[in-house]
């Protein structure tokens, strides 16, 4: 494991002791990378800082997970694998299946289950539908709750589908809602459960196990306990399915290569010693009285070489030897006794709950490695419990025997001091030899690396693409609201232009002022009548105006014009035009209001028109 920063360890436990969720075993370098992407997202100085966070925001541990378990996948990824495991692997391992037997299928790792369910297309396309619902289970298992959720609604977007052939996606694949839902009748044979490969017990007695691009996210000690349950978990001939950046190069005591290319292999079987039923009785040989070879029986227990005690199965001593006698000093006057009395049942090892255990599973069990003191020596024993079972299955006893392995023990130390002066002898090959394995492992955690990098960057692109989807309807509805906005401005200068053509044809002054009698609008007339232009009195003040108005007289029906009660009057004034003649002026003064109408008006429209002055 590579050294990081005591603080993100910390980080790791504090996930593992709240949430369950065991990251320990990743590769440091793409896992310090996620969770620092994470913290910059919202903002965390530090990893301290992060763990408080966390604490008072709990819905962050979804997103945080989210990151670090990438979760890509999608139907028939590597076609080329896929077409080779239909062909070259399942279709024979069905072959050799006895007819209607069960097929057992674990797909480990599934994160939104579009493999699970690539791997019921393809089982189907083999077997037919029929004996596919009959046969097979799938259990698809993820240490993402989310994900799960997502696979068992069996739903997914034209984008996910764009791998599946269109012949099985009409075949497997029901359209609803604008979404593809894989068929119900076959989605029953597809499990989903949570399990974490590190911590969950291994499903047993498989026939096919998918696990692709999962193990490359761990660092090489998590990879070898996992390829161990997945040994486990495998049938004799069962069969492992690997991503095309996990190798297995030095797992070959476990699994053999089938094809490395497509990194399917198969699993190596394992020896097993087939636990023994000791004191198994023969029938006695003709010719020989039943006595002397009850006797005899006797006699070879008590002398044999190995330390032995047999029990009965309610827990009393039944018989023990001389050797016993000599290593713990138990002897025939405990005939009889409770063994949990002696002191033998918990020293130098706790005997009582191995002894337990063999009762109820029936099988034997090895204690190795049981030092105790005799002599000033220390002497190294081997426990070996067996029960004895009688010819009609019943359980008769527990057999317990002592392996003095201290002298094997010694030889082996001094094997191993042995081996440590050739390996001394040879240490410039076994030096050459280390760094090619050394070289060789750098080549292998770098194309992990590269395949971590790789699946990192296709979910940002997906992201990206979700994000560029959303980004083009923002812009299609703003680009209608334009169009909307340039259709009304169009109407807008329609409308001004008529009205300025309205104003510029009447014979009257127009003036339009708002509530604080600013001058918003003055038509062509008002400019010939009293000689100033638009551009000078837009924005002026009506009263504050040079013009030959008596302005005085005016304010009145200016501010009946204005008032709550608003209403239009007019009054005819002596004045004087741009030429300095002077007219009489009709002035009518109405409140300016909207069309739907208001209390307070917005402002008023004043209209002078004159006419002959007449005589005094």
């Known amino acids: 494991m590579q050294p990081t920063d005591p603080e993100f360890e910390a980080l790791l436990i504090y996930l593992k002791e709240s949430r369950g969720f065991d990251f320990t075993g990743y590769k440091r370098s793409s896992l310090v990378r996620r969770v620092n992407r994470r913290m910059s997202q919202v903002g965390a100085g530090g990893y301290q800082d992060y763990v408080d966070h966390l604490q008072v925001h709990p819905d962050e541990f979804t997103a945080l997970f989210n990151t670090i378990l990438i979760n890509v996948t999608g139907f028939f990824r590597d076609p080329e694998a896929w077409d080779y495991l239909s062909k070259d692997v399942l279709g024979p391992m069905l072959a050799g299946k006895p007819a209607g037997s069960p097929i057992r299928i674990w797909c480990a790792g599934c994160a939104s289950g579009e493999e699970a369910y690539t791997l019921a297309i393809a089982l189907a396309e083999l077997l037919g539908l029929e004996a596919f619902k009959e046969r097979v289970k799938i259990y698809a298992t993820d240490v993402d709750e989310e994900q799960l959720n997502e696979a068992r609604q069996a739903t997914y977007s034209d984008r996910q589908m764009e791998a599946v052939p269109p012949e099985l996606a009409e075949r497997y694949f029901e359209q609803s809602n604008g979404r593809f839902a894989f068929r119900k009748d076959m989605r029953r044979s597809v499990i989903f459960g949570r399990n974490d490969l590190v911590q969950d017990a291994p499903i047993s007695r498989i026939d096919l196990l998918t696990c692709r691009n ?8 998590t990879q070898a306990k996992i390829l161990g349950r997945f040994h486990f978990a495998l049938r004799d001939d069962g069969v492992l399915f690997l991503g095309k950046a996990e190798m297995l190069l030095s797992h070959t005591s476990l699994f053999t290569p089938i094809d490395l290319k497509r990194r399917v292999f198969r699993r190596v079987p394992r020896l097993y010693a087939r636990p023994g039923v000791a004191f198994a009785d023969p029938p006695p040989p003709a010719g020989l009285p039943a006595t002397g070879l009850d006797e005899l029986r006797n006699e070879a227990f008590a002398a044999s070489p190995l330390a032995q005690i047999s029990l009965t199965s309610d827990g009393l001593v039944a018989v023990s030897n001389r050797q016993l006698e000599k290593l713990f000093g138990v002897s025939s006057r405990d005939i009889g006794r409770p063994f949990r009395d002696l002191e033998l049942s918990y020293r130098p090892v706790e005997l009582r709950r191995y002894i337990e255990q063999v009762q109820l599973e029936r099988r034997t069990l090895r204690i190795s490695d049981v030092d105790f003191p005799r002599g000033g020596d220390m002497v190294n024993v081997e426990v070996q419990i067996s029960p004895l079972v009688g010819a009609d299955g019943s359980l008769l006893g527990v057999n317990i025997i002592f392996h003095d392995v201290t002298s094997a023990r010694r030889l082996k130390d ?48 997906e992201e990206l693409e979700t994000m560029n989807e959303e980004l083009q309807s923002t812009n299609d509805e703003l680009q209608s609201i334009n169009d909307q906005l340039r259709i009304s401005s169009t109407q807008l200068d329609e409308a001004n232009d008529f009205l300025e053509t309205v104003l510029t044809s009447m014979e009257a002054g127009v003036a339009v002022v708002d509530p604080d009698l600013r001058i918003r609008m003055w038509n062509r007339r008002a400019e010939d009548l009293w000689g100033l232009r638009s551009g000078e009195v837009i924005g002026q003040h009506f009263l504050n105006l040079d013009i030959g108005l008596p302005i005085e007289r005016l304010r009145p029906i200016l501010r009946a014009a204005l008032g709550p009660d608003a209403t239009g009057t007019e009054l005819l004034v002596d004045a004087v035009n741009r030429r300095g003649r002077p007219i009489s002026v009709r002035v009518a003064c109405t409140p300016l209001r909207r069309r739907e109408g208001g209390i307070q008006p917005e402002g008023a429209i004043i209209v002078m028109e004159t006419g002959p002055v007449e005589p005094a």
């Open 414 to 461: 001094e094997l191993e001091h042995a081996n440590q002066q050739l390996e001394a002898a040879y240490e410039e090959l076994q030096s050459t030899n280390e760094e090619l394995e050394t070289t060789n492992e750098e080549l292998q955690s770098t194309v992990e690396e590269l395949e971590t990098t790789n699946e990192e960057l296709q979910s940002t692109n």
């Open 214 to 221: 999962t193990l490359m996210y761990f660092n090489a000690e």
